[in-house]
């Protein structure tokens, strides 16, 4: 497989690799080492505690810290902190800044920063509202001192500050964390191992990354693990470029204008399995990836708890996992919300997916009050596993006779669009596509999904109070039986209410040119870009 010459410049121009292998030219960045990795979406969005978008989320986490960093295992790590206390009562957390840690433009972080930014992250994602439910106070004690009071021993403090999916609770700038949490900051200014150069950022074509020289990784070189240990800036700059078509972006990678992938089709895994130069590394232990179907509670007809159940009569989840994935080697048929294959996985709830029959779910659509009024989905072109997964549930509910509002759009405007509560007709929506990390799915606290904590919840706000307080006792119990049996009965109350609708595991496996990198991290869920050196 090749790339004619033309095509070759129009995609060198378009990403901005004006690369000399290509074209001949020279570059004023051939003394740099300079990674360059084709992505999953285009980064449209820079905040990544306004959006729960993947790629804002990677952004994220090259250019802000976190206070801990989940490993592998999801046992939580010292990253910023240097020193915890935690009270024998379990009440008072009392954490240490580390020495040396200084955001991209010099100045120093201070406790008032992470406590900004703490309470702009516990304000709006799941898993910080709820530890927030928790918390008296949170005050400085000094410059790199602050002291968190909870009103309950709260079980899960440090893994929901260390969580490795999306949402994480980045530490930003006071002046940026005092943003109001539903608006996006403008500024991305962190202390991580990387700075985002917000001049060469091009939407729709690619986002660059600088080594901060003011970056300090904790010290011991601690090897790496998921989000947890030290965090190597391996190369002097990271191009994030966007390539709509996967066979130019394969065949890139092939040919060395690219020296990562992301996110490769499961059609095109034969053809880099013969390359030489490329390697294909499966992300983790756990699945990589958790489908879902997320319905609008807040207006009909999925207001209604029985037109939201008509809907898993629409769901055979191996059409939805050949469209997506194709190989079997790939998927897993997972009729339940926490991730098949991790310990927590039980079959509650499962009866759900028993029958296949797009008739009776429109029957039970019109008993809950459905009249054939258009069902407004929001249908991603442009993302290579939510795309044929939209299509298929678009192909069962046309075959059901339900009356559709197909609005296509690039995934970077779904993400905006699924945030109105608006109803559909007046720019709103009722269904859209989406999938979530295998390991945050693992764990019911850290699974922001499964929530159902109403208008501080996620997109299509959930509201169950018996939902909301499983996952509580999840956090208070005390075995891993107790542990175990709670999580059965949260995933049993979730789908009876349908918090969403799953279809099913899979892992892509992310490529790359073998002769070119090394020290890759596997991780399930966010890619993890630093540590990788380039020979």
Known sequence: MSIAFSSLRRFAMATGLIAPLVLGMPT??????VLRAAMHADLRAIDPIWTTQNIANIHGMLVYDTLFGNDASLQPRPQMVGAVDVSADKLVYTFVLRDGLTFSDGSAVTARDVIASLRRWGAKDGVGIRLFSFVARLEAVDDKTFRMTLTKPYGMVLESLGKANVSVAVIMREREAQTDPQQQVKESIGSGPYMFVKDLWVPGSKAVYARNPHYVPRPGNEP????????????????LVWIADQQTAISALINGEIDFYESPGIDFLPILERSPDVKLMKTGDLDSAHGMIRLNHLHPPFDNVK?????????????????????????????????????????????????????????????????????????????????????????????????????????GSVVSRR????????????????????????????????????????????????IEALRNSFAFARTDAEKKRIARDLQVRAMEQVVYIPFGQWTTPIAYRSDRLQGIVPNTGLVVLWGITKK
């Open 224 to 239: 790496p693990s998921s989000f947890a240990g030290s965090k190597i800036a391996g190369v002097d700059r990271i191009e």
């Open 419 to 466: 945030a109105r509560r608006e109803p559909p007709a007046q720019g709103g929506w009722h269904i859209f596509v989406s999938q979530a990390g295998g390991v945050a799915s693992a764990n019911p606290v850290l699974h922001t999904w499964l929530g159902a904590a109403c208008d501080k919840g996620p997109f299509g706000w959930p509201c169950d109070a018996q």
């Open 28 to 33: 004023s960045h051939a003394e740099e080492k």
């Open 307 to 411: 037109a939201r159940q008509a809907m898993y009569y629409l769901i055979n989840q191996e059409d939805f996992l050949r469209a997506v994935i194709g190989d079997p080697r790939y998927y897993r048929i997972c009729h339940g919300l926490i991730t098949c294959g991790a310990p927590l996985a039980s079959d509650g709830g499962s009866q759900w997916f028993k029958e296949y029959n797009p008739g009776k779910a429109l029957r039970l659509l019109q008993e809950a009050g459905y009249k054939g009024e258009p069902i407004t989905i929001l249908a991603a072109t442009d993302n290579s596993t939510i795309t044929p997964a939209t299509q298929v549930l678009i192909q069962a509910m046309r075959e059901a006779g339900i009356t559709l509002d197909v609005q296509s759009m690039d995934w």
